[in-house]
């Protein structure tokens, strides 16, 4: 990988972005080896959970690499768009695993948009978020115009988006951009214990709650009818049956994801 540092760790695979001298921007080799790393975790027994984070203390990601699509036309604009939500934001969304951004700096543009995939966001007190795309022409194009909503509430993105200004850290946890606050020397390993105390719990359960939750936030799809069928589902696992075994003998669930 030339833009990818990879650690893995006790089930944990962490994911850094690993272009500092560019604040980390994504450019396309590095989607695509995100694309490929991620998939391959996905389909990996001995990966638990995932933490994605950038490297040096200035940024998490601040954006898109603006150089690569400068002269691009209206087709070449939405290829880059369609791919670039298809292979890595929306393939991190709907993974059958916990994602955690671990936002160490500037997460801005694309960088916020890659974090907003995510399932849960972490940011060090000393990062930045923002959405500056209008100031370029343009609007954000890895859904951040439907995720920010989700997250904070359509007033809030409506503000975020058409201003162009960042937010700090603090704002961002008050509004639910974030899931908690650390100082930066403690974001890792604030992620890590997140996702240990997270990979405790049933794989197989875990997975299923993530496409439950999902449904609920896409249009055409029912999500009481998709938690039905995933609840249901549960009950034909290995998971659910060491669960309630060990629940009764008051002992420590051994999961294995089936």
């Known amino acids: 990988m030339n833009n990818l540092v990879l650690q893995a760790n006790n089930g944990i695979l962490q994911i850094t972005i690993n272009r500092e001298s560019k604040l980390n921007a994504l450019n396309r080799e590095t989607l695509t080896e995100l694309h490929e790393v991620l998939a391959s975790a996905f389909q990996d027994e001995g990966v638990g959970g995932i933490i994605i984070t950038g490297a040096g203390s200035k940024a998490f990601i601040a954006g898109a690499d ?9 087709e070449e604009g939405r290829d880059l768009a369609r791919k670039g939500q298809d292979h890595v934001f929306n393939f991190i969304e709907n993974a059958n695993k916990p994602v955690i951004a671990a936002i160490n700096g500037f997460a801005l543009g694309g960088g916020l948009e890659l974090a907003m995939a995510c399932h849960i966001r972490i940011a060090s007190l000393t990062s930045k978020m923002g959405l500056p795309e209008v100031s370029l022409g343009l ?13 904070v509430g359509k007033g809030r993105a409506f ?4 201003t162009a200004e960042m937010i700090s850290a603090e704002e961002a946890y008050r509004t639910g951009l974030v899931n908690r606050l650390t100082e930066p020397d403690e974001l890792i390993f604030q992620a890590q214990e997140l996702l240990k105390k997270i990979m405790t719990r049933s794989p197989f359960a875990v997975s299923s709650a993530i496409r439950a939750i999902n449904a609920g936030l896409r249009d055409g799809e029912n999500g009481y009818e998709v938690e039905i069928n995933e609840f249901a589902k549960c009950f034909d696992s290995a998971d659910f049956k060491e669960g309630v075994n060990a629940f009764l003998n008051k002992r420590k669930a051994l999961f294995t994801g089936k």
Do not use: H, K, N
């Not at 603006?66 to 209206?74: G, L, M």
């Not at 503000?159 to 058409?162: D, N, V």
């Open 159 to 162: 503000e975020m988006i058409m």
């Open 66 to 74: 603006i150089s690569e699509f400068a002269a691009y036309s209206v």
């Open 139 to 151: 609007i954000p194009g890895y859904g951040g115009t439907q995720r920010l909503v989700q997250l």
